[in-house]
């Protein structure tokens, strides 16, 4: 059963040295537990995609076309009052840096019984869900109390995905939630996530830039590159039939222990995409570019059951 429906959405940042074409018309569909990783470089688009989904681009960027249907309601058409509502309760993010999310001059009690009575919570209960969530997430009663800054960089983003989940969302985006702390942490917070997907049942758009964690932890990878969707399909489907050059010089880029040769990293960089490269968005980087990849924009096909592939070498 799907619980989000993005249809071609379109979002452009009007800054003043020109406009940034961050995503251009992307389309898919994220069902009921499902954890689907957007994988990308650095400029792909996935962070905006990802504040799209919540309807919370920041100036000067603007949501130009789509829909993001939440069981049944596209939220870029909900008013300013019902989206407050929304997020949180049926749709909330976890940021890379738990900063983003927590107060450093208020308690954590505080700030999580403000969030809590903000969306309709009374006091009393909100204390009994404070306590059960932070219980959920593997932290002591006493980080209640604390200040952010007398937390450890783990604990904090703990604290960050409690009050993401307090509400029972449906769909929780992560954007990088590991990307700032050390590896064994990294792997604990990886596992929280994981095990918040089997008990809540929630479905969970997991950011980053690594494609081996989104292939060892995803059911579903999504590599975007220059705003656009450049290969989708299962985990499994895709780590046996890679297809995309892109995705395959993402995959050859990664270091692996048991193997003697060097990793081989892409050529080039991601375009600026005040000025994205006519046809095929990847066409200046890739060693398989034909004369129509620099001016025919490859459509997204079907290769496989559930695999699609933007490129020019398929169909
Ligand atoms: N607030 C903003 N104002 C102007 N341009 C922006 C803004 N945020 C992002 N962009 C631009 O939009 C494009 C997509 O950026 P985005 O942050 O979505 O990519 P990303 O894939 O999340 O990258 P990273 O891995 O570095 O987080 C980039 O060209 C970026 O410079
Ligand atoms: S469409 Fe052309 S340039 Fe783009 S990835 Fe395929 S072969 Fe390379
Ligand atoms: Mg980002």
């Not at 379109?10 to 018309?25: L, P």
């Not at 940021?95 to 208020?106: G, H």
């Not at 932290?139 to 509400?167: F, T």
């Not at 050529?267 to 034909?290: I, K, Q, S, W």
Request: glycine share 6%; hydrophobic share 40%.
């Amino acid at each position: 059963m799907e619980v989000l429906t993005v249809n071609d959405l379109w979002v452009k940042y009007y800054t003043i040295s020109g406009i940034v074409s961050a995503v251009s018309g992307v389309s898919f569909k994220l069902r009921k537990s499902e954890m689907l990783a957007i994988v990308g470089e650095s400029g792909s688009g996935k962070s905006t995609l990802g504040l799209a989904l919540l309807n919370m681009v920041p100036k000067p960027g603007r949501i130009e076309r789509g829909e993001v249907i939440l069981d049944g309601v596209n939220i870029l058409k909900s008013s300013p009052r019902e989206i407050m509502k929304i997020r949180g309760s049926r749709i909330s993010m976890v940021f890379q840096d738990p900063f983003t999310t927590l107060d450093p001059l208020r308690k954590i009690v505080d700030q999580f019984e403000e969030f809590l009575i903000e969306h309709g919570v009374d006091k009393t209960r909100a204390r009994s869900i404070i306590k059960e969530y932070l219980e959920a997430v593997g932290l002591p009663e006493r980080v209640m109390y604390s200040y952010p800054h007398q937390l450890s960089g783990g604990q904090k983003q703990r604290v960050s995905i409690a009050m993401a989940i307090a509400l029972n969302p449906q769909v929780v985006v992560a954007d990088e939630p590991t990307t700032a702390l050390d590896v064994i942490v990294q792997k604990q917070i990886m596992d929280l996530v994981d095990s918040i997907k089997e008990k809540y049942k929630s479905s969970i758009v997991l950011i980053t830039h690594d494609l081996a964690l989104a292939l060892e932890r995803a059911d579903t990878v999504m590599v975007m590159y220059g705003g656009n969707i450049m290969e989708y399909a299962g985990k499994t489907e895709l780590y046996g039939n890679m297809k995309h050059p892109y995705t395959r010089g993402l995959f050859e880029a990664l270091p692996r222990i048991l193997q003697k040769t060097l990793p081989k990293s892409l050529p080039g960089n991601p375009p600026d995409l005040r000025y994205p490269p006519p046809g095929c968005v990847f066409h200046p980087r890739c060693e398989f570019a034909m004369e129509k990849c620099k001016s025919e924009k490859p459509p997204l096909i079907e290769v496989s059951k559930d695999h699609i592939v933007a490129c020019h070498l398929y169909g």
